[in-house]
């Protein structure tokens, strides 16, 4: 299993011209989604890179969407891929197994989100944090981890982020979820004001 994880800004998108012509290279994309923002042209371009770097032709092939809204190739190829963006930054996860990735610009704070959307031993986790004055990253930490799971499943949001948990007390992350299953590994990076987490 190789993860192949990629991220770029696209504050340059903002030209009319250039995005029409990113949009016309790119492959075309089915359903709910698919759309000409800045963010999704970005994220599938990037997304054509990467796929180019590991020797496979992103045009031609179709990106279709499942049931809860994961983007996939329809037809045969043996690569999945997760997108994700945040701000002025896109990310695209890559591997031979199926994965789920997130990103996060970690200037805005959301402290009442995590009462919402974290489960109780996330929320004493983030209490413990905010002691030692860790709690921005510490939230964002969790926020990626939890979403890229999410995505790695398949059911992105349908699967509530408070029905599970990512427990960041021991060496690894890890998840502990009724259904599906949490088992998975964890790839995370913090850089330039952003939290980028992978899950496979």
């Given at each position: 299993?190789k993860v192949v994880t990629?991220?770029?800004?696209?504050?340059?998108?903002?030209?009319?011209?250039?995005?029409?012509?990113?949009?016309?290279?790119?492959?075309?994309?089915?359903?709910?989604?698919?759309?000409?923002?800045?963010?999704?042209?970005?994220?599938?371009?990037?997304?054509?890179?990467?796929?180019?770097?590991?020797?496979?032709?992103?045009?031609?092939?179709?990106?279709?969407?499942?049931?809860?809204?994961?983007?996939?190739?329809?037809?045969?190829?043996?690569?999945?891929?997760?997108?994700?963006?945040?701000g002025d930054i896109v990310?695209?996860?890559?591997?031979?197994?199926?994965?789920?990735?997130?990103?996060?610009?970690?200037?805005?704070?959301?402290?009442?989100?995590?009462?919402?959307?974290?489960?109780?031993?996330?929320?004493?986790?983030?209490?413990?944090?905010?002691?030692?004055?860790?709690?921005?990253?510490?939230?964002?930490?969790?926020?990626?981890?939890?979403?890229?799971?999410?995505?790695?499943?398949?059911?992105?949001?349908?699967?509530?982020?408070?029905?599970?948990?990512?427990?960041?007390?021991?060496?690894?992350?890890?998840?502990?979820?009724?259904?599906?299953?949490g088992d998975c590994r964890?790839?995370?990076?913090?850089?330039?004001?952003?939290?980028?987490?992978?899950?496979?």
């Open positions: 299993m990629a991220a770029a800004g696209i504050g340059d998108l903002s030209s009319p011209e250039l995005l029409a012509g990113l949009v016309r290279a790119l492959p075309e994309e089915r359903g709910a989604g698919a759309g000409t923002r800045p963010a999704s042209v970005g994220a599938r371009a990037l997304l054509a890179a990467v796929f180019d770097m590991l020797g496979y032709r992103l045009s031609g092939l179709v990106i279709a969407r499942g049931a809860c809204g994961k983007p996939y190739i329809s037809g045969p190829c043996p690569l999945h891929f997760s997108l994700s963006h945040s990310m695209c996860a890559v591997c031979d197994v199926p994965v789920g990735c997130d990103t996060e610009y970690t200037g805005r704070r959301r402290p009442r989100v995590a009462g919402r959307f974290f489960s109780e031993g996330e929320r004493a986790y983030l209490s413990g944090a905010e002691g030692a004055g860790e709690d921005g990253d510490a939230f964002f930490r969790l926020w990626t981890l939890k979403e890229s799971f999410q995505k790695l499943t398949g059911l992105g949001f349908a699967l509530p982020m408070s029905e599970f948990t990512v427990d960041l007390t021991g060496d690894q992350p890890a998840v502990s979820c009724p259904w599906p299953s964890f790839f995370e990076e913090s850089e330039g004001g952003y939290r980028f987490a992978a899950a496979v």
